[in-house]
């Protein structure tokens, strides 16, 4: 078996959304996916890339999308449940049409690829909450003993009975994080201050033979602005300690506009090779994007997701807006003309009367 389960992507969803598992830029190639989820049955589904319509096959509880015009396809489980959650065997093949040695006859020939595995945890929507960056957050666990308190399934801290957290000094949360109890209903209260885009993740409490039930914890922040026509830069920090794998970004429209490879230097997106600008270090967990000249079709959401779909804690928001001149009068000018009227009106009242 070619799968190291220790290896796997792990992806995060709530009940009744969309949930994207899977990215693949095609470029002419065609693909096979089949999807196996463990004691269950196998699911394939075919996209023929180099195909000039759009596609979408459905099977079962997932779809597989593609776009012609951007040349990518995308793997979709529509309105998830809970039923949904576990382990899959994800395997990719691709095929690229060839010409032959006779006249107007194409054929396959298949592209090595491999399996993959995904790990998908979806929540009720009373399980996940909802942070803004700069605020703080708290998180209640029921728990009995001695705990720790797990982020993304690495500890970052421990606490014994009533004496609170010893938070690592390596864990980003470190002076941010605080515990307290309830000692009549046997809860501790996880508290979270000056919160920001690196706290989102899964949250839960062990003890030595039970785990409790998990928080899904998603952090926004307020929107980036700019008008038609400026420039715009976006970061990200990533919660891992460097990123071994492929990213894509991902623009609003859903298109790929850049590929990040931790080996090779950025590849951008033709449509914005001109306006797209990177600086950054995946390897050391932060990347920054300049977008040029922005356009009111730039306005949306921006991801970044692993080359399997597993998306990148942070997302980024961008409202573009056209620029449109304002004209103000200065309100001096405004008082002046006021002032001018009254003492008219003052005037032709006093010469009336005198009259």
């Known amino acids: 078996n070619p799968v190291n389960d220790i290896d796997r992507d792990i992806v995060d969803t709530i009940v009744g959304e969309q949930c994207i598992i899977g990215t693949w830029s095609l470029n002419g190639s065609s693909l096979t996916i089949t999807v196996t989820k463990r004691n269950s049955a196998r699911l394939t589904a075919f996209i023929d890339g180099s195909s000039l319509k759009d596609t979408t096959v459905q099977f079962s509880r997932f779809l597989l999308k593609y776009n012609h015009n951007t040349m990518a396809a995308y793997l979709m489980i529509s309105n998830v449940s809970r039923n949904d959650e576990g382990l899959y065997e994800i395997e990719e093949n691709f095929y690229l049409k060839k010409p032959t040695q006779y006249d107007n006859f194409m054929e396959y020939y298949m592209i090595p690829s491999g399996i993959w595995i995904l790990e998908l945890n979806v929540f009720d929507t009373d399980d996940v909450q909802h942070g803004e960056t700069g605020k703080s957050i708290a998180l209640e666990f029921e728990i009995v003993s001695r705990i720790s308190t797990l982020f993304n399934y690495i500890t970052v801290c421990a606490t014994m009975g009533d004496q609170g957290c010893n938070v690592s000094t390596e864990s980003h949360l470190h002076g941010r994080l605080s515990c307290t109890r309830d000692a009549m209903y046997n809860i501790y209260k996880i508290t979270i201050t000056n919160v920001t885009l690196r706290d989102a993740g899964l949250y839960k409490v062990s003890t030595n033979s039970n785990e409790s039930k998990r928080r899904f ?119 002046f003309a006021l002032i001018n009227l009254i003492v008219c009106l003052l005037i032709s009242i006093l010469t009336a009367s005198v009259a």
Not at 269 to 286: A, E, I, P, T
Not at 301 to 307: K, S
């Open 217 to 335: 914890l998603n952090i926004t922040e307020k929107p980036t602005c700019s008008v038609a026509g400026d420039n715009l830069t976006i970061g990200w920090f990533f919660n891992q300690q460097g990123i071994k794998r492929t990213l894509l970004v991902i623009h609003p429209n859903r298109e790929v506009i850049m590929n990040l490879r931790p080996s090779n230097a950025p590849e951008i997106n033709s449509k914005f090779q001109h306006r797209l600008s990177y600086n950054g270090d995946v390897s050391r967990s932060f990347m920054m994007l300049s977008l040029l000249n922005v356009k009111m079709s730039d306005s949306g959401l921006y991801t970044i997701q692993t080359q399997h779909g597993n998306t990148i804690p942070g997302y980024k928001q961008v409202n573009v807006e056209d620029h449109v001149p304002v004209y103000v009068i200065p309100v001096t000018v405004g008082i």
